[in-house]
């Protein structure tokens, strides 16, 4: 008798139980159909389509300041930008140098981050929204054919869809965020192969040819300026290009003299300071 009871029990809880699981499933399907419904997908998808118009907005902000001061480079108060010069010269300081700028370049602009995020969140933002929103629609009807919906109601989330995704589009062809980009490694590219790169290879790479050239051409300014006197009297606008290489010379010297100065008067702090640096970012 007992053993009947318990087994009755058992059969009883699991009625129970299965009964609670066949409610609960109910009320999980009622709410979604309610959600579908209601069309409160719509105005999720709307709040995020508005999101994401706004970030590619920041974005857009963000790149143009970016290359405004690329532009001026030379006399930009950025930090970001000065770092990324600090850097570049840091490499050629420990005679270690850059072979593709672009690459350098490409890595910096990787590694900006805004608000704690990468800025290539930002700019991507418009697909990762693109891609949500379309799984999102077909998800939401296949559930209308299943909850036997009309086709009105199918109509109006594809249209919702296609308008979002024509939003998207429409925003980045206003900010240009990825033309910007472009634009931002091109000008940075251009100034740090043609310009710095150059003098910091003739700088810390070379000094000796460079020295070995400067001796060269202006030994042989100075052999033209003692040559006798000869049948023709020098013109005047050869006696003043004779000057001002001698001037020349003069003012390269001064400036060798100034920069072995400041070469022995660096310290040992801003040698550390410079390994550091590139240990952080090598």
């Given at each position: 008798?007992?053993?009947?009871?318990?087994?009755?029990?058992?059969?009883?809880?699991?009625?129970?139980?299965?009964?609670?699981?066949?409610?609960?499933?109910?009320?999980?399907?009622?709410?979604?159909?309610?959600?579908?419904?209601?069309?409160?997908?719509?105005?999720?998808?709307?709040?995020l389509?508005?999101?994401?118009?706004?970030?590619?907005?920041?974005?857009?902000?963000?790149?143009?300041?970016?290359?405004?001061?690329?532009?001026?480079?030379?006399?930009?108060?950025?930090?970001?930008?000065?770092?990324?010069?600090?850097?570049?010269?840091?490499?050629?300081?420990?005679?270690?140098?850059?072979?593709?700028?672009?690459?350098?370049?490409?890595?910096?602009?990787?590694?900006?981050?805004?608000?704690?995020?990468?800025?290539?969140?930002?700019?991507?933002?418009?697909?990762?929204?693109?891609?949500?929103?379309?799984?999102?629609?077909?998800?939401?009807i296949?559930g209308?054919?299943?909850?036997?919906?009309?086709?009105?109601?199918i109509?109006?989330?594809?249209?919702?869809?296609?308008?979002?995704?024509l939003?998207?589009?429409?925003?980045?062809?206003?900010f240009?965020?990825?033309?910007?980009?472009?634009?931002?490694?091109?000008?940075?590219?251009?100034?740090?192969?043609?310009?710095?790169?150059?003098?910091?290879?003739?700088?810390?790479?070379?000094?000796?040819?460079?020295?070995?050239?400067?001796?060269?051409?202006?030994?042989?300014?100075?052999?033209?300026?003692?040559?006798?006197?000869?049948?023709?009297?020098?013109?005047?606008?050869?006696?003043?290009?004779?000057?001002?290489?001698?001037?020349?010379?003069?003012?390269?010297?001064?400036?060798?003299e100034?920069?072995?100065?400041?070469?022995?008067?660096?310290?040992?702090?801003?040698?550390?300071?410079?390994?550091?640096?590139?240990?952080?970012?090598?």
């Amino acid at each position: 008798m007992k053993a009947d009871i318990s087994l009755l029990n058992r059969r009883q809880n699991t009625i129970m139980v299965l009964s609670k699981a066949k409610k609960r499933q109910k009320q999980g399907v009622t709410n979604v159909k309610k959600i579908l419904e209601n069309y409160d997908l719509l105005f999720a998808m709307t709040v995020l389509s508005a999101a994401t118009i706004m970030l590619k907005c920041i974005c857009a902000i963000i790149y143009q300041v970016i290359l405004r001061d690329a532009e001026q480079i030379t006399t930009t108060k950025n930090k970001w930008l000065r770092g990324m010069v600090t850097r570049f010269e840091a490499n050629y300081k420990l005679n270690l140098p850059v072979n593709n700028a672009a690459c350098f370049v490409e890595n910096s602009l990787e590694h900006y981050h805004f608000l704690g995020m990468s800025i290539r969140s930002f700019e991507n933002a418009d697909i990762f929204c693109g891609l949500v929103l379309t799984e999102t629609t077909l998800l939401s009807i296949m559930g209308s054919i299943y909850y036997d919906f009309s086709t009105r109601w199918i109509y109006i989330h594809a249209m919702t869809l296609a308008l979002f995704l024509l939003l998207l589009c429409i925003g980045e062809f206003l900010f240009q965020v990825r033309r910007k980009r472009k634009r931002i490694c091109l000008q940075l590219v251009n100034y740090f192969e043609n310009t710095l790169q150059p003098k910091l290879e003739n700088q810390y790479l070379h000094p000796e040819e460079r020295e070995a050239y400067q001796n060269e051409y202006f030994e042989q300014g100075a052999d033209v300026s003692e040559e006798p006197a000869r049948d023709f009297s020098f013109t005047q606008d050869m006696q003043e290009l004779m000057d001002s290489l001698a001037a020349e010379q003069k003012i390269t010297r001064e400036l060798d003299e100034k920069q072995e100065q400041l070469k022995t008067a660096a310290t040992e702090e801003k040698i550390r300071l410079v390994e550091e640096i590139m240990k952080e970012y090598l």
